[in-house]
């Protein structure tokens, strides 16, 4: 156990108060926030830190979580552009996903979670629906073990409508989602955990969702699903089943604080009304939204409502990053012109979205995703000096305007630092993009798809 201190930055605590601390300090004992101050920090501090992050020039904020994304997928990156949604799955995904096995699976996790650290993430949410090799959980956890992310498994499944190879019964789901529960769940100090994930309401059965959904709650764990992201697959539903999604949902008595809904676009007022009334999760995914054309979520009603609204990245096949900057950008921008409303969100606002929203969608509401004492020490120090940030007013619209990957210089979880002067110190991240690139070109050449993979 360490003790960290950071000081001389702009510490931007995304409390209720929304308190900038310009300069300040957070001190950091073990894997919690111990104290956070304005100026400079107390000389007893100085003198009783074992590690110490000169910040000064920087911003010191919250980690961001990453609600919803597909780590296999960023094998896929830019082979599925110009799509909908449901020929992208047809046609890009499918015929080279069913042939993931393990070791591909773990190489394009580490490449995808090095992506997330150095995107702003600090904690994921991976939607894992690939289990053509029963290894390929442990595969994805022991990636995140040995990076030291925060990471929550969403072992998914549909067990109908979708590739029979990828198809799994409601007891198959909850074995294998129990076995990699049993050998990852409170790993680390509660860091990795796993819960239960039916796809999408085409590809689950009335009696699996109830079946799952049980299973998680029995263990204390939540449901992640994608919900209404495109207005196809809502009409869908009302053709077979005569409701639409959350309607769906609710019939089932699923919902609730422990229901995370990945993207969540295409919903009425009678659904965000039953969103509010369950306390159930919301997870936006802008530039996902953007790139498949499926829709703009209505992001500004949710909030109206006192709906949790957690922002993500998507797969990197249905966005080509996992880059939280961008998504706090995206999520700005995209209501202010669809609306037409300059005033609609402001930085402060997005920045708790990523941030302590992120938390809830996680499972652990008020744990993280503020800088305070108590909170798991999450905490980035983004450098607000470079010709592209710098001059700086404002340090929350400098962050979500301004500040890149390229401008994230330090990253610590639960205490511990990954990432130190731009540089990742757990893990040689070479070796890392290398193995990715060589897991790539295997996976291609055996589903028979022509790729530009580099072969050096």
Same mark, same amino acid.
């Given at each position: 156990?360490?003790d ?12 209720d ?11 950091? %004992? ?10 400079e920090?107390?000389s007893?501090?100085? %003198? ?12 010191v ?7 919803h ?10 082979l ?6 449901l ?8 015929p080279?996903a ?13 490449a995808?979670?090095?992506?997330n ?9 991976d ?24 990471? =929550? ?9 979708y590739h029979p190879?990828?198809?799994q ?6 074995a ?14 509660? %860091?990795?955990?796993? /819960?239960l994930?039916?796809l999408i309401?085409?590809g689950c059965s ?11 709650r029995?263990?204390g ?10 207005a196809? /697959?809502?009409?869908?539903?009302l /053709?077979?089943?005569?409701?639409r ?5 609710d019939? =089932? ?11 969540s ?5 009678? /659904? ?8 159930s999760?919301?997870?936006?995914c ?5 790139? =498949? ?17 957690a ?12 880059d ?11 209501q ?20 302590r929203?992120?938390?809830a ?9 503020m ?5 798991r ?13 710098a ?23 639960d ?5 130190r ?9 070479? %070796?890392?993009m ?15 798809i ?7």
């Amino acid at each position: 156990m360490t003790d960290l201190l950071i000081h001389g930055g702009a510490v931007v605590t995304v409390d209720d108060a929304g308190t900038i601390h310009d300069p300040g300090w957070v001190y950091v %004992r073990g894997n919690r926030v111990a104290e956070v101050g304005a100026g400079e920090p107390p000389s007893s501090r100085l %003198r009783q830190a074992t590690e110490a992050i000169d910040a000064a020039g920087c911003a010191v904020m919250p980690g961001m979580t990453n609600a919803h994304t597909h780590l296999f997928q960023t094998l896929f990156r830019g082979l599925a552009d110009d799509k909908a949604l449901l020929d992208w799955l047809r046609d890009c995904i499918w015929p080279a996903a069913v042939h993931l096995d393990a070791e591909i699976a773990g190489a394009a996790a580490m490449a995808g979670l090095v992506e997330n650290l150095r995107g702003g993430a600090t904690s994921v949410i991976d939607h894992q629906y690939v289990h053509t090799d029963e290894g390929i959980n442990d595969a994805v956890c022991r990636a995140a073990g040995e990076l030291g992310v925060r990471f =929550l498994l969403a072992h998914g499944w549909a067990d109908r409508n979708y590739h029979p190879r990828m198809e799994q019964t409601a007891e198959q789901a909850v074995a294998r989602a129990g076995a990699a529960r049993r050998r990852w769940d409170g790993h680390d100090d509660d %860091r990795i955990r796993v /819960e239960l994930a039916p796809l999408i309401p085409w590809g689950c059965s009335d009696e699996a969702m109830r079946t799952t959904v049980a299973a998680a709650r029995s263990w204390g764990r939540g449901t992640h699903i994608h919900c209404a992201e495109t207005a196809v /697959e809502v009409d869908m539903s009302l /053709e077979e089943r005569g409701t639409r999604h959350v309607t769906w949902l609710d019939s =089932l008595g699923v919902l609730g604080p422990d229901m995370q809904l990945a993207h969540s676009v295409w919903l009425d007022d009678d /659904e965000l009304d039953l969103i509010a009334a369950t306390g159930s999760v919301v997870v936006h995914c802008p530039v996902s939204n953007m790139y =498949l054309a499926s829709g703009v979520a209505r992001v500004p009603e949710m909030r109206a409502r006192g709906i949790t609204v957690a922002l993500a990245s998507d797969g990197p096949g249905s966005n080509n990053r996992q880059d939280m900057f961008e998504v706090l950008k995206a999520t700005v921008l995209l209501q202010k012109v669809h609306h037409l409303d300059p005033l609609l969100l402001q930085p402060a606002d997005v920045l708790h979205l990523a941030c302590r929203n992120g938390a809830a969608a996680f499972g652990l509401p008020g744990a993280f995703g503020m800088v305070a004492p108590g909170q798991r020490a999450d905490l980035l120090v983004v450098d607000l000096g470079s010709p592209l940030v710098a001059p700086v007013h404002r340090v929350p619209s400098a962050l979500v305007y301004n500040a890149s990957p390229r401008d994230l210089r330090d990253v610590v979880v639960d205490g511990r630092i990954l990432l130190r002067a731009g540089e990742l110190i757990v893990a040689d991240e070479s %070796r890392i993009m290398a193995e990715a690139n060589a897991a790539a070109r295997r996976l291609f050449d055996r589903a028979g798809i022509a790729s530009r993979v580099t072969r050096t």
